[in-house]
Protein backbone atom coordinates (compact mmCIF):
# COMPACT_ATOMS: atom_id res chain seq x y z
CA UNK A 1 0.00 0.00 0.00
CA UNK A 2 1.37 3.15 -1.22
CA UNK A 3 1.36 6.32 1.53
CA UNK A 4 -1.65 8.38 1.00
CA UNK A 5 -0.44 12.18 0.74
CA UNK A 6 1.55 11.44 -2.33
CA UNK A 7 -1.21 9.76 -4.42
CA UNK A 8 -3.66 10.53 -6.79
CA UNK A 9 -7.17 10.54 -4.99
CA UNK A 10 -8.41 8.19 -7.58
CA UNK A 11 -5.83 5.94 -8.11
CA UNK A 12 -5.71 5.60 -4.08
CA UNK A 13 -8.71 5.09 -3.79
CA UNK A 14 -9.30 2.61 -6.32
CA UNK A 15 -6.36 0.73 -5.13
CA UNK A 16 -7.01 0.69 -2.04
CA UNK A 17 -10.42 -1.20 -2.23
CA UNK A 18 -8.60 -3.34 -5.05
CA UNK A 19 -5.87 -4.56 -2.71
CA UNK A 20 -8.11 -5.26 -0.04
CA UNK A 21 -10.28 -7.25 -2.41
CA UNK A 22 -7.00 -9.25 -3.73
CA UNK A 23 -5.71 -9.94 -0.04
CA UNK A 24 -8.77 -11.23 0.64
CA UNK A 25 -9.77 -13.76 -1.61
CA UNK A 26 -6.37 -14.78 -2.65
CA UNK A 27 -5.45 -17.23 0.41
CA UNK A 28 -6.48 -18.38 3.74
CA UNK A 29 -4.63 -15.63 5.55
CA UNK A 30 -5.84 -14.59 8.95
CA UNK A 31 -8.44 -12.24 8.05
CA UNK A 32 -7.35 -10.04 10.96
CA UNK A 33 -4.16 -9.60 9.68
CA UNK A 34 -5.61 -7.84 6.13
CA UNK A 35 -7.85 -5.88 8.22
CA UNK A 36 -5.23 -4.20 10.22
CA UNK A 37 -2.94 -3.94 7.12
CA UNK A 38 -5.72 -1.66 5.48
CA UNK A 39 -7.41 -0.06 8.63
CA UNK A 40 -6.71 1.20 11.63
CA UNK A 41 -7.07 -0.54 15.05
CA UNK A 42 -10.07 2.29 16.28
CA UNK A 43 -11.71 1.90 12.24
CA UNK A 44 -15.42 3.18 12.01
CA UNK A 45 -17.20 2.73 8.86
CA UNK A 46 -20.49 3.92 8.37
CA UNK A 47 -22.54 2.44 5.52
CA UNK A 48 -26.20 2.72 4.51
CA UNK A 49 -26.16 3.59 8.78
CA UNK A 50 -24.71 0.26 10.00
CA UNK A 51 -21.82 1.14 11.99
CA UNK A 52 -18.95 -1.56 11.45
CA UNK A 53 -15.92 -1.86 13.92
CA UNK A 54 -12.64 -3.51 13.86
CA UNK A 55 -14.40 -7.21 14.96
CA UNK A 56 -17.26 -6.68 12.19
CA UNK A 57 -15.29 -5.55 9.39
CA UNK A 58 -13.36 -8.66 10.71
CA UNK A 59 -16.23 -10.82 10.62
CA UNK A 60 -17.67 -9.43 7.36
CA UNK A 61 -14.86 -10.81 5.74
CA UNK A 62 -16.73 -14.69 5.95
CA UNK A 63 -19.52 -14.34 3.43
CA UNK A 64 -16.69 -12.07 1.27
CA UNK A 65 -14.28 -15.38 1.14
CA UNK A 66 -17.43 -17.46 1.01
CA UNK A 67 -19.10 -16.17 -1.99
CA UNK A 68 -15.79 -14.95 -3.87
CA UNK A 69 -17.28 -12.38 -5.66
CA UNK A 70 -14.89 -10.35 -8.88
CA UNK A 71 -15.75 -6.72 -8.69
CA UNK A 72 -14.51 -3.78 -10.90
CA UNK A 73 -14.62 -0.60 -9.59
CA UNK A 74 -15.38 3.27 -11.95
CA UNK A 75 -14.25 5.71 -10.07
CA UNK A 76 -16.17 8.74 -11.26
CA UNK A 77 -14.53 11.62 -9.49
CA UNK A 78 -12.29 11.43 -6.33
CA UNK A 79 -10.58 14.93 -4.24
CA UNK A 80 -8.50 14.69 -1.22
CA UNK A 81 -7.96 17.73 1.49
CA UNK A 82 -5.57 17.07 3.99
CA UNK A 83 -6.13 13.27 5.06
CA UNK A 84 -9.54 13.43 3.89
CA UNK A 85 -10.70 11.81 0.76
CA UNK A 86 -14.37 12.39 -1.06
CA UNK A 87 -14.93 9.98 -3.69
CA UNK A 88 -18.52 8.72 -5.73
CA UNK A 89 -17.86 5.48 -7.70
CA UNK A 90 -19.62 2.50 -9.58
CA UNK A 91 -18.49 -0.89 -8.21
CA UNK A 92 -19.30 -3.77 -10.28
CA UNK A 93 -19.95 -7.13 -9.11
CA UNK A 94 -20.12 -10.72 -10.20
CA UNK A 95 -20.97 -13.00 -7.93
CA UNK A 96 -22.45 -16.21 -8.41
CA UNK A 97 -23.56 -15.87 -12.08
CA UNK A 98 -24.85 -12.81 -10.78
CA UNK A 99 -24.21 -9.39 -12.18
CA UNK A 100 -25.07 -6.28 -10.21
CA UNK A 101 -23.42 -2.75 -9.73
CA UNK A 102 -23.72 -0.27 -6.82
CA UNK A 103 -23.18 3.79 -6.90
CA UNK A 104 -21.24 4.58 -3.82
CA UNK A 105 -20.62 7.96 -2.16
CA UNK A 106 -17.58 7.56 -0.46
CA UNK A 107 -16.18 10.18 2.38
CA UNK A 108 -12.93 8.70 4.36
CA UNK A 109 -10.11 9.44 6.27
CA UNK A 110 -6.83 7.67 6.21
CA UNK A 111 -3.31 7.72 7.77
CA UNK A 112 -0.38 9.13 6.41
CA UNK A 113 0.92 5.54 5.66
CA UNK A 114 -2.52 4.94 4.10
CA UNK A 115 -4.49 3.09 6.10
CA UNK A 116 -8.71 3.85 6.67
CA UNK A 117 -9.47 5.75 10.09
CA UNK A 118 -12.73 6.36 9.29
CA UNK A 119 -15.62 6.13 6.56
CA UNK A 120 -19.16 7.04 5.37
CA UNK A 121 -20.60 5.15 2.97
CA UNK A 122 -24.03 5.60 0.99
CA UNK A 123 -24.72 3.21 -1.60
CA UNK A 124 -28.17 2.38 -4.15
CA UNK A 125 -27.97 -0.52 -6.65
CA UNK A 126 -27.85 0.54 -10.15
CA UNK A 127 -28.53 -1.63 -13.12
CA UNK A 128 -25.95 -3.88 -13.56
CA UNK A 129 -23.40 -2.87 -17.11
CA UNK A 130 -25.51 0.60 -17.93
CA UNK A 131 -25.37 4.01 -16.19
CA UNK A 132 -26.39 4.65 -12.66
CA UNK A 133 -29.14 7.13 -13.99
CA UNK A 134 -29.98 9.40 -16.57
CA UNK A 135 -29.25 12.70 -14.47
CA UNK A 136 -25.72 11.16 -13.55
CA UNK A 137 -25.09 10.26 -17.48
CA UNK A 138 -26.22 13.90 -18.52
CA UNK A 139 -24.27 16.17 -15.63
CA UNK A 140 -21.18 13.89 -16.83
CA UNK A 141 -21.88 14.92 -20.40
CA UNK A 142 -22.69 18.29 -19.79
CA UNK A 143 -19.71 19.76 -17.78
CA UNK A 144 -18.92 22.99 -18.01
CA UNK A 145 -15.82 23.22 -21.01
Known amino acids: MRPFSDSD ?12 SEELLRDDEDPAAIVDRYHTMD ?9 MDRDKLIAHTRPVRKNRPSS ?5 EAVADGDRIAARY ?4 QQRKKEFAM ?3 FFGQFTEDGRMRRAHMLTRTVPA ?6 ATALSDQEAPA
Open 90 to 93: TLHV
Open 43 to 51: IIEIADGHR
Open 72 to 76: RMEVH
Open 103 to 105: EVY
Open 9 to 20: PTEFITEFFTSL
Open 129 to 134: GGKADQ
